[in-house]
């Protein structure tokens, strides 16, 4: 299929950076061909898709199966962990047998605290693709800034950007789409309401509350807010299309402005209504069933089910409170789980912070067989409010190896003690060779291959 063809193109230039030809080299067993055998190219990315692959290492074929592409990607990518030397290069006779253990393997980036570049995005999934994750959550808007161009209400972005450079249009979103794609890896984009939400008022400030003149949150009591989201989310549907799920947020909705808010009061009073996370569950409830029927699988951040929210049994719970406490609650009410709580790399630390990123595993929990079924991977998050292009990408990697790691191998295959630091530190290496920005995990060490750094000064530009 195409997006194999391209991977091997892709792959060559991985396999054989520094390739000469040496025609002096001892006789040996010589690989003189690559055969990847695809049963289903039109496999389309979803939740659950099949990353299955066999990898047979022997002279004269390298022999690639798998039942999709997906597997295919996944396949290329340890065949190039298995490549060394150059100029001239070797390998070991092996057969591999791989799949994922968990099937939701996300990273996710915040580009409203600071705008990102689409350079350093498709870096960022370049890095991805080699730490076989493949999800690629977009948290995309804000308070701070909405760089996302809507097309059916543009003051969004013209009056909530921080420029009008700093934005992401249709056609800039295709791109990191398909070039995600082309890796396995689907984008699902997060907007995040009723609160997270001061930039949307920028542009039509309706939307929001108004508390003594300030405004915040969404304005949950007016049937035209609703009408809004929901053009405004059949718009995000036309637009990530190739995701089978959207996030809705629902995270950390302070009530101080909608208790000031007279006419809220009025209206939860004609309703009976005393409590205020009640007013929170019935606006998420009417952008969850918004979404629903648009028929995209819904994923929130945990308060949505701590405030009882009404979710369909398909919906997915992001738990990202300390403690698994909060993983064993929303699976022991039947809902799947993905966990970020032990993930969030935007904290910064001194010395080897990537251990304690490995030891966490999502099902390490109070709960039954059944339970931990329903927990489907987890994600690595970097929050921005310190993070730019400047160094969005080494402060992922290579620390997010380790949770790659957990999130795809076998537990009873990936103990701290057999050997996980030597790992992380080739990992890393791997990546300064293959141009990422991959900053040093576990003190003092060096790379054969040591990342170029360029600085032009104003007087020589």
């Known amino acids: 299929g195409p997006v194999v063809l391209k991977a091997c193109k892709r792959y060559k230039n991985i396999f054989f950076p520094h390739m000469t030809l040496n025609n002096s080299l001892p006789v040996a067993p010589q690989i003189t061909a690559l055969s990847v055998q695809v049963k289903n190219i039109a496999a389309k990315l979803e939740l659950g898709m099949d990353e299955s692959y066999t990898l047979d290492i022997n002279s004269p074929t390298i022999t690639i199966k798998a039942n999709t592409t997906f597997g295919g990607l996944r396949a290329l990518e340890t065949l190039s962990q298995l490549i060394l030397g150059g100029p001239n290069y070797y390998t070991i006779q092996t057969i591999v047998s791989d799949a994922p253990r968990f099937q939701f393997r996300g990273v996710m980036i915040d580009t409203a605290r600071h705008y990102l570049p689409v350079e350093a995005i498709l870096a960022n999934i370049d890095a991805m693709a080699y730490n076989k994750f493949n999800v690629l959550h977009w948290h995309i808007v804000d308070d701070q800034s909405f760089p996302y161009?809507?097309?059916?209400?543009?003051?969004?972005?013209?009056?909530?950007?921080?420029?009008?450079?700093?934005?992401?249009?249709?056609?800039?979103?295709?791109?990191?789409?398909?070039?995600?794609?082309?890796?396995?890896?689907?984008?699902?984009?997060?907007?995040?309401?009723?609160?997270?939400?001061?930039?949307?008022?920028?542009?039509?400030?309706?939307?929001?509350?108004?508390?003594?003149?300030?405004?915040?949150?969404?304005?949950?009591?007016?049937?035209?807010v609703y009408d809004f989201m929901k053009n405004f989310w059949a718009e995000v549907k036309t637009v990530f299309n190739r995701s089978p799920y959207f996030h809705l947020g629902g995270d950390e909705v302070s009530f101080g402005c909608w208790e000031k808010n007279a006419t809220i009061t009025a209206w939860m009073k004609a309703k009976g209504w005393t409590q205020y996370n009640k007013l929170e569950s019935y606006y998420v409830q009417h952008i969850v069933d918004t979404v629903k029927n648009l028929d995209i699988g819904v994923l929130t951040w945990q308060e949505v089910f701590d405030n009882n929210v009404t979710l369909p049994k398909t919906a997915i719970v992001d738990v990202w409170k300390s403690g698994t406490k909060h993983v064993a609650k929303v699976t022991a009410a039947g809902y799947r789980t993905i966990w970020s709580q032990p993930w969030y790399l935007n904290y910064i630390r001194y010395g080897n912070v990537w251990e304690g990123y490995y030891k966490a595993d999502p099902t390490d929990f109070d709960g039954t067989p059944a339970q931990k079924k329903l927990v489907i991977g987890g994600e690595v998050c970097m929050w921005a409010e310190y993070v730019d292009a400047t160094n969005v990408v080494s402060r992922i990697w290579a620390n997010a190896a380790a949770p790659g790691e957990r999130l795809w191998s076998e537990k009873r295959y990936s103990t701290y003690e057999d050997g996980a630091r030597a790992r992380i530190e080739h990992q890393r290496c791997r990546m300064i060779a293959r141009g990422i920005e991959a900053e040093p995990t576990s003190g003092p060490s060096h790379c054969a291959h040591p990342y170029t750094f360029h600085y032009t000064p104003p007087w020589a530009q």
């Open 149 to 224: 161009v809507s097309t059916k209400y543009p003051l969004l972005n013209q009056k909530g950007s921080y420029t009008p450079t700093d934005i992401y249009t249709p056609a800039v979103i295709k791109q990191v789409i398909e070039y995600a794609a082309d890796r396995g890896i689907w984008v699902m984009p997060e907007f995040d309401t009723p609160a997270h939400s001061r930039s949307w008022g920028n542009g039509y400030p309706w939307l929001l509350t108004n508390c003594d003149g300030d405004l915040y949150a969404m304005y949950p009591i007016a049937d035209s």
